[in-house]
């Protein structure tokens, strides 16, 4: 960037130069002055911009502005400064200029690249961003593994730290208790095991009660002469299912006492004479509650209607399992 002497002929002599010698020292300290001048300018708004200390310069930038130093530097031989030396006035005043725009295009130059890194930090520094990424990494969701088995257990990703805030609540017992419908329990059903139906009789005595008065009400309401056919066939209806309910219980209860009675006896006898222990079966049980019915029959004077009666459902059975005649083609 520097302008070397032109080199003259041989032949032709060089041009004296109007200027005398005091004259060109006048302007050799002219020249000095601004160089030093535009250095200490330079210095005054790098310092009233950013400071004293100045982090956000870049390698990148301290190692573009080296190499051109260099550059510039190698270019400039012992030659070069000799021709400095002898050049005329113009011409050390347009080498001045020269290096004041190289100067001030430099200063651009850092100018731009501060303001960059100043609209970086000004929005996200680099430990904030490196911040944000860690959690959102931490905040996605595991990845789901697919199981090869519906009963293996369930597996986690090893990368993913556990938790280490402990399960305090579910130790306690304060987990929250699913509400149950009583309708749909099996230990409040009527189909349940001889313990469980004590329990349940006993839990439930007042709706049996209510059941029975049901059933007189609409008795008393089939007597009503003004009903029609239709009601009428409603509420027999209704009757009949009440009762059927009702007769379920009823054996229920005598086979829950049929069993309490054997127990008891049986306890006595472990106790007494060291004998095994026995449980009832259902068959047996229906055994002896059918027993104890032909007796009761049998003393009330019964006991013939009940067995035409039994004798006439076995016939209809029958009948209803037998094949129907084929119509003759005669």
Do not use: C, W
Request: no cysteine.
């Amino acid at each position: 960037m520097f302008l070397k002497r032109r080199q003259q002929p041989a032949s032709v002599q060089p041009q004296e130069s109007y200027l005398s010698d005091e004259d060109e020292k006048e302007d050799d300290v002219i020249i000095e002055q601004t160089e030093n001048t535009s250095g200490e300018e330079e210095e005054d708004f790098e310092s009233e911009m950013y400071g004293e200390d100045d982090p956000l310069t870049d390698e990148n930038d301290q190692e573009s502005s080296n190499s051109e130093d260099h550059n510039n530097h190698a270019n400039l031989s012992s030659e070069d400064e000799e021709d400095e030396k002898t050049l005329s006035f113009a011409e050390r005043l347009a080498l001045s200029k020269l290096k004041a725009n190289n100067n001030s295009k430099q200063q651009n130059n850092i100018h731009s690249t501060r303001k960059s890194s100043n609209f970086l930090n000004s929005s996200e520094d680099e430990q904030q961003f490196k911040r944000r990424k860690r959690k959102e990494k931490i905040t996605k969701d595991p990845p789901i593994i697919e199981k090869k088995n519906k009963n293996a257990p369930k597996e986690v990703s090893a990368k993913i730290k556990p938790s280490t805030i402990p399960d305090i609540a579910s130790r306690l017992g304060f987990v929250k208790k699913k509400s149950h419908d009583p309708r749909f329990d099996p230990k409040a059903s009527s189909n349940i095991d001889h313990e469980g139906f004590k329990q349940f009789s006993r839990n439930y005595a007042h709706v049996f009660e209510k059941l029975k008065d049901d059933i007189e009400e609409l008795k008393e309401q089939l007597r009503d002469k003004t009903l029609s056919q239709q009601e009428k066939l409603e509420i027999q209806r209704e009757i009949s299912k009440l009762q059927t309910r009702n007769k379920k219980i009823e054996s229920q209860k005598a086979a829950s006492e049929v069993r309490d009675q054997f127990y008891q006896r049986e306890k006595k006898l472990i106790a007494e004479k060291g004998k095994k222990a026995f449980f009832l079966k259902d068959s047996d049980v229906k055994k002896i509650l059918k027993q104890r019915k032909m007796d009761t029959l049998k003393k009330s004077g019964k006991m013939n209607k009940y067995l035409k009666k039994t004798k006439r459902k076995d016939k209809s059975k029958v009948s209803s399992l037998m094949p129907t005649t084929r119509a003759s083609h005669e």
